[in-house]
């Protein structure tokens, strides 16, 4: 059994179910339900007795689109661990980027910043190229970048705070930069976090990182050290944006990709595309009443 859950344009949803119906008949395979969530009103759920979920999700994305989606071929229930990306995922810039603003470097380490999110560079060797190139500037730059350029996309401290209400355990994993995290994890609630350590002598940042990579076989190694410590039952979601995230979103119970690079979308069984992270909440049928500010 298939369970979809997706958000989409009302307007859309008779005419989309037709043409999914159809697309999926096609393939051999029959919708069963599809009602609307009894909580959130706006969340469409179909079931299927038998499908391919990257195939479903493809086809479902096509008739609904652009659509927020959730695929499971188990029941969805509300996760015990939100373990999640930082950059363009809880927040909505690049630190790296803004950071290497300040030094006159945006355009250059941006690039490189967007051709790893793409899978296209090495994690590692990309990181340590653009931390090479902020040698040199002040310790204190770190504090103003944080102060004004950095803030939580929409809905970010909402789903935290909720899923924390639930439960749920959280952690904010991130190739990012702890001088920004955890500030970050402080603003929007997460209660651990894992991320790289820069180099600091003489209130210069040196070019270096103090600490080991987190890369993406660390991001997937947090998330299953996690689901160790809470036991068989427990159900994990995995959120994120790049390349380096798709290892923990396929680990995941719920992978759900945040306005992602083609590849980390693929790797997913969900996405927000639409909506803000609010959806994420409505996908689990959290009633509106119960989300925490």
């Not at 395979?29 to 706006?42: K, L, S, V």
């Not at 639930?166 to 651990?192: C, K, Q, W, Y």
Request: net charge negative; with cysteine.
């Amino acid at each position: 059994m298939l369970i979809a859950r997706l958000i989409a344009d009302s307007a859309k949803l008779e005419t989309g179910l037709d043409t999914a119906g159809a697309k999926l008949a096609e393939r051999g395979w029959t919708i069963a339900g599809a009602q609307m969530m009894d909580f959130c009103g706006d969340v469409l759920q179909i079931s299927l007795p038998e499908g391919e979920s990257s195939a479903v999700a493809s086809i479902l994305d096509q008739a609904f689109g652009p659509c927020d989606l959730l695929i499971s071929d188990r029941p969805i229930e509300v996760p015990h661990l939100l373990i999640s990306d930082m950059d363009s995922t809880m927040i909505g810039q690049e630190c790296i980027d803004e950071l290497a603003d300040f030094a006159g470097l945006k355009d250059e380490i941006s690039a490189i910043t967007e051709r790893a999110m793409r899978g296209e560079l090495d994690f590692e060797a990309a990181l340590t190229e653009r931390v090479g190139l902020l040698a040199g500037l002040a310790e204190e730059t770190i504090a103003q970048c944080l102060a004004e350029r950095i803030e939580p996309v929409r809905g970010a401290r909402k789903l935290v705070q909720t899923l924390r209400s639930r439960g749920a355990h959280t952690v904010l994993v991130t190739g990012g930069f702890h001088s920004f995290a955890d500030p970050v994890a402080d603003m929007i609630g997460f209660e651990r976090v894992v991320g790289n350590r820069l180099a600091i002598a003489d209130g210069q940042l040196t070019g270096k990182l103090a600490s080991a990579i987190v890369d993406s076989g660390v991001k997937a190694r947090t998330l299953r050290e996690e689901m160790d410590r809470l036991g068989d039952n427990a159900r994990s979601l995995a959120m994120g944006d790049g390349a380096n995230d798709i290892p923990m979103l396929q680990a995941a119970d719920y992978g759900i990709a945040y306005r992602a690079k083609p590849k980390a979308r693929e790797a997913a069984n969900g996405w927000i595309e639409r909506g803000d992270l609010t959806a994420v909440l409505e996908l689990f049928d959290i009633p509106r009443a119960e989300w925490v500010d």
